[in-house]
């Protein structure tokens, strides 16, 4: 029960986000914004999701990230924990989900790949021109 209430507390403070919905999701809720998945609630803790630019704000004030178990190995992705003292601020609740919304909207990054070296002929032999 006290997950459904912090659930409704959470639900309050984003109100004026527009099409704001929320979804059961493995024991916890997923938070959308249309169609954007920014914000994990579990376990009575919001985590906001993160990208370069906002994560610092997070780790400079204690907040860990968002962990869960897969194939008896911990995973972390890239939500981490919304500070109590924004949790209680709406208006700063608001600033730091935009920017979580905006960091869901950024297309993933894919690594780059290196480029293969020039392949050279094995010792003893001459490439062929």
Do not use: C
């Given at each position: ?59 400079e004030r204690g ?56 392949s050279r002929p ?8």
């Amino acid at each position: 029960m006290a997950d459904e209430s912090f659930k409704e507390f959470v639900l309050d403070q984003l109100g004026p986000l527009p099409e704001l919905r929320v979804k059961a999701m493995f024991g916890g809720y997923g938070l959308y914004q249309a169609d954007r998945f920014f914000a994990i609630l579990m376990d009575g803790r919001l985590y906001f999701r993160t990208d370069e630019q906002t994560r610092a704000a997070y780790v400079e004030r204690g907040m860990g990230p968002f962990t869960y178990e897969k194939a008896r190995r911990t995973t972390t992705i890239n939500y981490f924990e919304v500070p109590p003292e924004v949790l209680e601020n709406r208006e700063q609740l608001a600033t730091w989900a935009s920017h979580a919304i905006h960091a869901a909207a950024a297309p993933p990054r894919t690594p780059t790949k290196r480029a293969k070296p020039p392949s050279r002929p094995p010792e003893g032999r001459k490439a062929r021109a």
